[in-house]
């Protein structure tokens, strides 16, 4: 069955740099486009960015812009989110998934989820 693995979470100080990293399993990775979403307490999860099938094409949350970096390695069918200057508000347990376009946003586009990493930034 499909598996998707985020790992690279963790406890940081505001102003660190963390890189996350999602895994896929039973799925031709290199034909799904890949997404990075958070969920924070107490709020719904959000899109994050987007990245298409070859890497060639990314889309982000206006509030990520500058500060996070999505990149693929279709040879070890793995995504990365880069994630720099952290700040509290983005202490949240992120998730990868895979859907069929970059440019989808909502949460129902994707037909497949991992179970997350939590990230928590300390001020």
């Known amino acids: 069955q499909v598996q998707l693995v985020e790992s690279g979470g963790g406890l940081v100080q505001a102003g660190a740099s963390l890189r996350l990293s999602c895994t896929a399993s039973g799925l031709t990775f290199s034909t799904y486009a890949m997404g990075w979403f958070r969920q924070a307490p107490g709020k719904e999860r959000e899109f994050v960015a987007a990245i298409n099938w070859s890497g060639g094409n990314t889309y982000y949350a206006d509030s990520v812009k500058g500060r996070f970096t999505i990149s693929r390695d279709n040879a070890k069918n793995t995504v990365y989110l880069q994630i720099n200057s952290l700040k509290p508000e983005d202490t949240a347990v992120y998730s990868c998934?895979?859907?069929?376009?970059?440019?989808?946003?909502?949460?129902?586009?994707?037909?497949?989820w991992g179970q997350g990493t939590q990230v928590t930034v300390a001020s």
């Open positions: 998934a895979a859907g069929r376009s970059y440019r989808y946003t909502q949460l129902a586009k994707y037909d497949y």
